[in-house]
């Protein structure tokens, strides 16, 4: 069974950042990636950041590009994300996913549908 527990969220001052931990039940190795998505009220579920595992390639939504960076622990299991200047919009429920499939034409490294397991979410909220 996978299992994808998310932790480090919270309240932030705009500018200020936070860390998010991912951890997973099974070794991180054994997934093709693991990513990060972002929904707000109202909003659909959005791709910030995701990794392959095997090599480190990455993905980064454009509005966290140079803001935001993806890494991983595969001796920890554990994926981070380290969120630096975050900004208001960057409110949201924070989702930890995981993918055994490959990228496709229709389905990127960011796209939601590439991933079948989901953690619980973790709230991330920037506010003055």
């Known amino acids: 069974q996978v299992q994808l527990v998310e932790s480090g969220g919270g309240l932030v001052q705009p500018g200020g950042s936070l860390r998010l931990s991912c951890a997973a039940s099974?070794?991180?190795?054994?997934?093709?990636?693991i990513g990060w998505f972002r929904q707000a009220p109202g909003k659909e579920r959005e791709g910030v950041s995701c990794?392959?595992?095997?090599?480190?390639?990455?993905y980064y939504a454009d509005s966290v590009k140079g803001r935001f960076t993806i890494s991983r622990d595969n001796a920890k299991n554990t994926v981070y994300l380290q969120m630096n200047s975050l900004k208001p919009e960057d409110t949201a429920i924070y989702y930890c996913a995981a993918t055994w499939r490959i990228p496709s034409r229709d389905y990127g490294l960011g796209s939601k549908e590439l991933y079948d397991f989901w953690g619980q979410g973790t709230q991330v909220t920037v506010s003055s």
């Open positions: 990794i392959k595992i095997s090599d480190g390639s990455t």
């Open positions: 099974r070794f991180t190795l054994d997934y093709y990636a």
